[in-house]
């Protein structure tokens, strides 16, 4: 995954997020999973566990390990709210 399919991925499909200390957390709808686990890759998600939240309707990712993986800076994707 690059950091601009990232981008495009989080401001296409308008994906929910919050900042929280130096992590983001993301909401996915159950509707978007299986395009998000195509981005992440087959070889991240053989390599790795990424815990998740299921929630009613979607689920919920930490991104740090994730962006750390690709070698994406978090603050370029995800906007924090005082910055907008």
Request: proline residues 0%.
């Amino acid at each position: 995954m690059k950091e601009l399919d990232l981008y495009k991925f989080v401001k296409d499909k308008g994906i929910e997020y919050h900042w929280h200390d130096n992590d983001v957390i993301i909401f996915i709808t159950h509707y978007h999973i299986k395009e998000l686990m195509n981005l992440l890759g087959n070889r991240y998600l053989t390599d790795r566990e990424t815990e998740c939240i299921l929630k009613d309707g979607y689920i919920c990712l930490w991104m740090q390990d994730i962006c750390d993986y690709h070698d994406i800076d978090m603050e370029k994707i995800f906007i924090k709210k005082d910055e907008q």
